[in-house]
């Protein structure tokens, strides 16, 4: 009697940590508004800020630094 008291206790402590496993696998957790601009930062590098320096030949930029040029605004 005392071994399947046991074996249903052991059974049921399992069921239970599998059970919460799989409850907190599930939950999803969303980040903040300030969390999401700190990996969009992180993840777009340190040269975003930098401008495009060169000289424009066609109306094109033509990149003398290691910043893309995405656009004209930074051609001096």
Same mark, same amino acid.
């Given at each position: 009697?005392?071994?399947?008291? =046991?074996?249903?206790?052991?059974?049921? &402590?399992?069921?239970?940590? $599998? +059970?919460?496993?799989? !409850?907190?696998? #599930?939950?999803?957790?969303?980040?903040?508004?300030?969390? =999401?601009?700190?990996?969009?930062?992180? &993840?777009?590098?340190?040269? $975003? +800020?930098?401008?495009? !320096?060169?000289? #424009?030949?066609?109306?094109?930029?033509?990149?003398?630094?290691?910043?893309?040029?995405?656009?004209?605004?930074?051609?001096?």
């Amino acid at each position: 009697m005392k071994k399947n008291i =046991l074996k249903v206790a052991f059974v049921a &402590a399992f069921a239970l940590v $599998a +059970g919460y496993g799989v !409850y907190t696998a #599930k939950t999803q957790t969303d980040l903040s508004d300030l969390a =999401l601009d700190n990996v969009s930062a992180l &993840a777009s590098g340190e040269s $975003a +800020g930098a401008k495009c !320096y060169g000289p #424009k030949s066609s109306s094109e930029c033509q990149c003398t630094n290691s910043t893309p040029c995405r656009d004209n605004s930074g051609c001096n």
